[in-house]
């Protein structure tokens, strides 16, 4: 009986290895047929084509497994050979690193994002042309390359300071000009993008406006770096979508940066996605960014959670310094002071 047992198993290897050869067959078929649907425009998912495969696969099975369990077997195939499908597609997106193996070096006055490892700091908002020299002088000062500072602001509440506007665009430039720093700031609309290029050296999309189509196509004809943040309630593959629309506009000057999810957690004011961010680097070409502050929202967490990224690998960290932050205008709770900002670079600092 058991030499038995011995001859059937070894007639089983035989069958599995010959199942394997006609998956592997099938799989490149499907291949082919999804390489010709994507040059076509067709979407690889034809659930009338499926349909009839469980159909006349039920219809003709010999048993003995049941039909729902052929239906079941065949649907994991189906499912397996449409993830072949999609893969093919992934070469072509402009952002993944399929197509482009060597990541990006964004270069953006003297900062080299993907090349070195920085920080991005400066206030939340920019509220008056000393607070911003003040700062600017402090960061230099500390090494810091790029300086951030907002003139727009996309504030919860419409009746919430709205920003400078174009005086706070040229008090950000001049303060980043005068100490040799590049300047970032978020631009809301499409009828802003090309005042704010003339001060701006990268231009900011907010997590407010990722999937603001209309303005992800405008910075990406405009010819200044973009740094890209991940929207609060978006996916990983949105955000990568998000970034293709400014990379598809001839813009390949893309940085993405994760700023935090909203989750259930109420300690922290977003919850800072690490794989997101590490997934980035894995797939795309971009630099990456963490925004430290918007993700956690609190002050105590953000050297400990700029370490974490850095050490994974992110190109920079993004963190909000102001000189007196109890009166700052917005985010007045999450905001570094100087002394702070010292005890976080020096935290980092065998990591930069
Ligand atoms: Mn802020």
Redesign the pocket.
């Known amino acids: 009986m058991r030499t038995r047992i011995k001859e059937l198993r070894s007639e089983i290897d035989r069958i599995n290895r010959e199942l394997l050869a006609l998956l592997a067959e099938r799989g490149r078929i499907a291949q082919e047929i999804g390489r010709i649907q994507t040059a076509l425009d067709l979407p690889h998912y034809d659930p009338v084509r499926e349909a009839e495969m469980l159909d006349y696969l039920t219809r003709e099975n010999p048993g003995p497994f049941p039909n729902e369990t052929i239906k079941h077997l065949f649907k994991e195939i189906f499912k397996a050979s449409l993830t072949l499908e999609e893969a093919e597609d992934q070469k072509a997106f402009l952002y993944s690193r399929r197509g482009h193996p060597e990541p990006t070096v964004v270069e953006a006055g003297p900062a080299r994002f993907g090349a070195e490892k920085l920080v991005i700091a400066g206030p939340?908002s920019i509220e008056s042309q000393a607070q911003m020299e003040e700062t600017a002088a402090f960061l230099a000062e500390k090494g810091v390359k790029v300086l951030r500072g907002?003139a727009y602001k996309p504030r919860t509440s419409p009746y919430a300071f709205q920003g400078l506007g174009e005086a706070g665009l040229e008090i950000g430039r001049d303060a980043a000009r005068r100490h040799g720093m590049a300047f970032v700031t978020e631009v809301m609309d499409t009828r802003d993008v090309e005042k704010v290029a003339e001060y701006a050296d990268i231009l900011q999309v907010g997590a407010r406006n990722m999937q603001n189509f209309a303005l992800l196509k405008e910075v990406g004809r405009a010819r200044k770096p973009v740094l890209l943040k991940r929207g609060m309630s978006a996916t990983v593959e949105e955000w990568f979508y998000a970034a293709e629309y400014i990379l598809a506009q001839g813009n390949d000057r893309v940085i993405l940066a994760e700023r935090g999810i909203r989750t259930f957690e109420k300690w922290t004011r977003n919850t800072l996605d690490l794989s997101g961010a590490v997934l980035a680097k894995q797939e795309t070409h971009l630099p990456v960014v963490v925004d430290v502050?918007?993700a956690a929202g609190r002050t105590d967490l953000l050297a400990p959670l700029a370490r974490a990224a850095l050490a994974a690998g992110v190109d920079a960290v993004h963190v909000?310094v102001h000189p007196n932050p109890l009166v700052a205008l917005?985010?007045n709770r999450?905001q570094l002071d100087f002394a702070g900002f010292e005890r976080f670079l020096a935290a980092i600092a065998d990591l930069l």
Do not use: L, P, R
Request: aromatic share 0%; charged share 25%.
């Open positions: 939340c907002g502050t918007h909000e917005s985010d999450q």
